[in-house]
């Protein structure tokens, strides 16, 4: 089945540091990718939808300044955290969009902490 | 977006069967049935998912009501692996919106 990898699986920052999470398709390419965030307790949340090579689209309520997305290449997309702050800690988790299914395949998440 | 109304907690003991219900009395003819399941700090795992007719995969099988108002899903014979929280989810254009989900206990 279709693999997606992210990295860093956790990482750990200051406050005020700007913090990339890397997601990468590993057996498939992925024109469409999704990033989500889930804090403790809750549901995912969907941040922003990433199409390769144009603009991310974001969601309602999120900043786009804050959460930059780049989608370079059909394998690999970024969600970079700038200035990140404590509130900024969760669980970030990609996805890719398999077709012709149109099924998504999700990345095992990176736990931010931001102190 | 069309939303999904699914009981909070389900339980089983294994080796039963579990059927998982889903109501999305708001479906449009357009939206497809998603399941997914998650484990606990991990990403979401696929399941299956469907449009109007019964589904089967080594997973589960999914049973659509004729008016597709409702969806069952059903593990066959439930693991302990199988303890998860699972969404179900109406997609539209390929994007997924989370509801809260059914927090699925197996017991041993």
């Known amino acids: 089945g279709a693999v997606v990898s992210q990295h860093p699986s956790w990482v750990i920052c200051k406050s005020g540091t700007s913090v990339k999470i890397e997601c990468r398709s590993l057996d498939f390419q992925a024109t469409t990718m999704f990033w989500y965030r889930q804090f403790p307790k809750q549901s995912l949340m969907l941040m922003a939808t990433s199409n390769e090579g144009s603009k991310a689209t974001y969601e309602q309520g999120v900043e786009k300044d804050k959460f930059l997305i780049n989608h370079a290449s059909l394998t690999l997309s970024t969600l970079t955290v700038t200035s990140a702050h404590p509130e900024d800690s969760s669980f970030y988790i990609c996805s890719a969009r398999v077709f012709p299914q149109d099924t998504q395949y999700f990345g095992p998440g990176t736990r931010l902490t931001v102190l | 977006d069309a939303k999904t109304t699914q009981p909070n907690s389900m339980e089983s003991n294994e080796e039963e069967p579990v059927h998982l219900p889903c109501n999305h009395s708001?479906?449009?003819?357009?939206?497809?049935i998603h399941w997914y399941r998650q484990l606990p700090s991990q990403g979401p795992e696929y399941v299956i998912h469907g449009l109007t007719s019964n589904v089967n995969n080594r997973m589960a099988s999914l049973a659509i009501a004729e008016d597709r108002k409702s969806s069952t899903l059903i593990l066959h014979r439930a693991t302990l692996r199988d303890a998860a929280v699972y969404y179900c989810?109406?997609?539209?254009?390929?994007?997924?919106?989370f509801g809260q989900g059914t927090i699925l206990t197996v017991h041993p």
């Open positions: 708001t479906i449009s003819g357009t939206d497809y």
């Open positions: 989810i109406l997609a539209s254009y390929g994007k997924l919106t």
